[in-house]
C-alpha cells in the first residue's frame, strides 16, 4: 500500500514528518511511503532508516511548500508544485491510495475539494476527530473544514460520521448528536431547528441536540458541530491538557508531599495518558472527499505522524471513501 | 442593601436557595433578601434560621413558577405571577436593587429584556461568566443570552466586558479577544471580520482573534463570542470536570498505591480546587439589562446560591449598571 506524505506540512517539518514515516514503515510491512518534498532536505533524514524500511520510502521532489499564514484557497491553486498539491494529485491519479499532511487544516480543506475531489452528492467536506470520552471514542465532525454550515451539511457530516464509526471503528448503529445549547427541542438556533428536520426524515440513529457537557461523558457516538465550534472547542481540549500539566508540575515542584504522592499515582497517571493521549490516535480523515487524505495535527512530531499514517492505512483497507460513496448514491441510511 | 431571590427557580429550589440565602444574610451583615416564591414551602425553610438572619429575610409570595421545558419567552408573558418575573419587578420598580435567579437562562434573559428592559443602546444583553485560567479571571461573554449575534452585538459584550473587569473585577485596560478558529486576520468567518472592523474603529484593547487553545491560559482578559458557541464550551468546560473527577475516583477505587498518593497529594488537589472551583465564584451578571441580575448555576445549591447573592451584592455596590450605562452614552470606549 502506498501512501504519500506531505513531508514539508507542519511545525516540525520535515524532521518529524520524515522520522514518523521511518516509524511507521517499521511498524506496518505492507506499507509504501512517497516523501513528497524538498529532495535535498528529505533525502538525509531518511538515509540513515533500516534497509527493509529505506526501500520502502521513495522521495517524490516538490519545488514549493504552503505555509501556515498564507491564504489557503490560494495557496493551493497557485502553487501548482507544493508538497501538498502533489501529495493529492497522486492521490487524484490513482498513484497513491491517500495522503497524510500535517499542514494548515484550510489548504488541506481546499487541496481536499480542488485536487482530489468530492465524492458525488457531498456539498462540503468534514474533519472528523475521534474524541475519547469516559466509556468510548466519540467522533467531533466538524473540526475546521467548513466553518459555517447549512443544515444539509450537518446532515452529511452526520451521514458521514456514522459510515466511518460504523466501518472503521466498528460501532453499531452509532448515536448522533447534534451540538446545541440545550437539550429540549426548543433550543438551538434556526440552523439546529432546521437541520433537526432532515434527521426526522432520516434513518440515522438520531438521539437530538447533545449539549457540550456530554461529550466527556460520550454522550453520542458522533457529535455534529459547525466547523467554528468544533475548532474552538477541539484548541480549548488541547489548551486545557496542557495547562493542566503546567499547573499540576508546578505545585509538584514547589511542594515536597505531592512529589512523594506523584510517585505512587504514576502507574495511574500513565495508564489515563494512554487512554485520552490524543497523538496516539493520530490523524483526522477529511470525510467528503474522494479519496482517504488524512490531516495529522500541526504540531505532530514523529510519534503522531505515524499514528496519521496509521489512520490512513487503515482508512484505506476498510474502504472508508468507497463505502461513504457507495452508501450515498444507494441512500443506505437517508430516507 | 434588598437582593430580590428567585426562590423556585433551579434544580434544587426552594431547598437550596433558601439555605443560600441564610447563609449569604450571615457572611453579608448589611444584606436583606426578598425570597420570591409559594410562601407555604418557602416560610417552613427559613423559620429556624438564627433571629439576625431571619430579620432580614422577607418573604414575597408568588403563585407561580416557570419550568425549564417552558419556551422561555411565552413563559415569561405569559405568567404574570410567577416568582423570577415577580423578582425582576422589584428590580424594574426600584423595590430592590438587583435580583438573583438559578432558573432557566432562557427565562432570565427574556425576564431580563421584557420586564426589566435593556440599557439605552444596547441591543441584546450578554451573559458573561468569570473563568479561572492560569494566571487571571478571564471573562467569557456570551454563555447563552443571545444565541446567534450580529457583530454590534459582539462588539457591544466587549464593550460591557471591558466595564465589568475595570470597574468591578479591577483590571487595567482589559484585553479584549475575540473567539475564532484562528489567530489570524483570515480565519473566522463573516460575523468575525465585520465585528473586527468595530474593534478597528474603536478604543478597546482588542488584541485580535483568539483561539480555544488561548482560554485556558487566559490569552485575553475579556473573550467575545456568540451565545451558542460559549454555552457549548462552558458546558463542556463543567462536564470535562466531572468525568475526570469520576475517572480518577474509579481508578483511585481500584487500586491500592494511589490511594496512597492520594493521601500526599490532597492539600494541593485542595488548593487547585478552591482556584478552579466554579461553583465559588457563583453567579454571572446579564450585562446589558438596566438593573443587576445575575443568573445562578441551574444546578447551584447553597453554597452556589450565595455566592451569585455576593456577586449581586458587589456588582450593585460598584454600580455596575449605572457604569456601563454612564459609559456608553459618553462613548468612552468607543469611538
Redesign the interface.
Known amino acids: 500500500m502506498l501512501l504519500a506524505l506531505d513531508a514539508m506540512g507542519g511545525d516540525n517539518a520535515p524532521k518529524e514528518t520524515c522520522a514518523g514515516a521511518v516509524m511507521a514503515c517499521g511498524k506496518f510491512p505492507d506499507l509504501e511511503i512517497a516523501l513528497v518534498g524538498d529532495t535535498e532536505e528529505v533525502k538525509p533524514l531518511v538515509e540513515n532508516a533500516p534497509a527493509s524500511v529505506r526501500t520502502r520510502l521513495h522521495l517524490v521532489h516538490a519545488e514549493e511548500k504552503i505555509t501556515?499564514?498564507e491564504?489557503p484557497a490560494v495557496a493551493v491553486r497557485k502553487k501548482r508544485h507544493s508538497s501538498l498539491r502533489i501529495a493529492m494529485q497522486m492521490v487524484r491519479s490513482g498513484e497513491a491510495v491517500g495522503c497524510v499532511s500535517a499542514g494548515s487544516t484550510g489548504a488541506i480543506v481546499a487541496g481536499g475539494v480542488l485536487v482530489v475531489g468530492r465524492i458525488p452528492g457531498i456539498e462540503r467536506p468534514g474533519l472528523g476527530v475521534p474524541l475519547p470520552?469516559?466509556d468510548r471514542i466519540s467522533m467531533l465532525i466538524d473540526i475546521?473544514a467548513t466553518?459555517?454550515c447549512k443544515p444539509m451539511n450537518l446532515y452529511q457530516f452526520a451521514l458521514m460520521g456514522d459510515v466511518y464509526m460504523r466501518k472503521i471503528i466498528g460501532v453499531e448503529n452509532p448515536s448522533i448528536g447534534l451540538?446545541?445549547?440545550?437539550q429540549?427541542e426548543?433550543k438551538?438556533?434556526?440552523l439546529i431547528i432546521e437541520t433537526r428536520e432532515y434527521f426526522r426524515k432520516g434513518k440515522l440513529n438520531f438521539i437530538g441536540n447533545v449539549?457540550?457537557?456530554?461529550?466527556?461523558?460520550g454522550v453520542a457516538d458522533v457529535v455534529v458541530?459547525e466547523?467554528?465550534?468544533g475548532?474552538?472547542?477541539?484548541?480549548?481540549?488541547?489548551?486545557?491538557g496542557?495547562?493542566?500539566y503546567?499547573?499540576?508540575r508546578d505545585?509538584?515542584n514547589r511542594?515536597f508531599?505531592?512529589k512523594?504522592?506523584?510517585?505512587?499515582?504514576l502507574?495511574?497517571l500513565k495508564?489515563?495518558w494512554t487512554r485520552f493521549n490524543y497523538e496516539e490516535i493520530g490523524g483526522t480523515p477529511l470525510l467528503g472527499v474522494n479519496g482517504a487524505v488524512i490531516k495529522a495535527h500541526g504540531r505532530s512530531r514523529a510519534r503522531a505522524v505515524c499514528g496519521a499514517l496509521g489512520v490512513a492505512r487503515g482508512f484505506v483497507s476498510k474502504k472508508g471513501v468507497e463505502t461513504i460513496a457507495e452508501e450515498l448514491s444507494e441512500g443506505v441510511r437517508t430516507e
Open positions: 501556515m499564514d491564504p470520552a469516559v475546521g466553518v459555517r451540538l446545541s445549547n440545550g429540549e426548543v438551538g438556533d434556526e449539549e457540550g457537557g456530554g461529550i466527556p461523558f458541530c466547523g467554528l465550534t475548532n474552538i472547542l477541539l484548541k480549548f481540549i488541547e489548551g486545557t496542557e495547562a493542566l503546567s499547573l499540576v505545585e509538584i511542594r508531599l505531592p512523594v504522592g506523584m510517585l505512587f499515582m502507574p495511574m495508564d489515563l
